[in-house]
């Protein structure tokens, strides 16, 4: 069955520093992956996704992930965070039994000033 | 313009009501969801219509009925409302049926049963 799980339901990080949101999945096909943000209050926006192809997916807002087929992973990374990273991330798996993407139970980032 | 509009925004009402919600879409996409946001933020599908036919409908109860007049509408009434279908409930849309493409959102309904 097809599954997304994220570490850590929340991560807090100093300003300026590096953020490392982590996410596996499991799937028995060639998996398709997104990393959305929900600010509070508001709806979920797309940050990136991997298709297919190049594995370090660069998304917006700095944000970049990398697709890591042999551990299954898809991790999401900024170098320096900002106070206006404060969100709820969540990391999603296409290809639902109906087709649908299936949402990790997200992970909450904290930004320290 | 806005891609995926609700409304509406906050819906605040007492056990027992009927209560809609609805969606639109003008992005031309030919699929539709509704999702449920619970307290913990865990996302649960609810329903997707693929140009007006439902193709997907989780276990809910059958006080939910969701309603696709035409492929960028798709609206959801909830019938005989309890403490428990408090949540936020996202409606967003697709290019695909599969998800392949990702999904764009509405800003979400606030439901609040009291």
């Known amino acids: 069955a097809q599954s997304v799980t994220q570490l850590g339901s929340h991560v807090s990080v100093s300003e300026g520093a590096l953020v490392l949101l982590r996410c596996n999945y499991s799937?028995?096909?060639?998996?398709?992956l997104f990393w959305y943000v929900q600010y509070p209050n508001q709806g979920l926006q797309l940050l990136l996704k991997y298709t297919t192809g190049a594995t370090l997916v660069k998304g917006i807002n700095g944000f970049e992930a990398e697709f890591k087929k042999s551990e299954t992973s898809f991790h999401l990374t900024k170098p320096s965070a900002h106070m206006s990273d404060a969100a709820e991330y969540f990391c999603a798996l296409a290809g639902g039994s109906q087709g649908n993407l299936i949402f990790g139970k997200g992970t909450k980032l904290s930004v320290k000033p | 313009d806005t891609a995926v509009s609700q409304t509406p925004k906050y819906l605040v009402t007492q056990m027992g009501n009927d209560k809609s919600i609805k969606c639109e879409q003008n992005?031309?996409?030919?699929?539709m969801y509704w999702y449920k946001q619970d307290s913990k933020k865990f996302l649960k599908i609810m329903f997707s219509y693929n140009n007006k036919e439902l193709i997907i409908n989780e276990t809910v109860p059958n006080r939910f009925s969701p309603k696709s007049p035409d492929k960028a509408h798709l609206n959801l009434h909830i019938n005989s409302l309890e403490l428990g279908d408090s949540a936020v409930y996202f409606c967003?849309?697709?290019?695909?049926?599969?998800?392949?493409?990702?999904?764009?959102f509405g800003s979400g309904t606030r439901l609040t049963v009291v």
């Open positions: 992005l031309g996409h030919d699929t």
């Open positions: 967003a849309s697709s290019q695909s049926t599969t998800g392949f493409v990702g999904y764009t």
């Open positions: 799937s028995s096909v060639p998996p398709y």
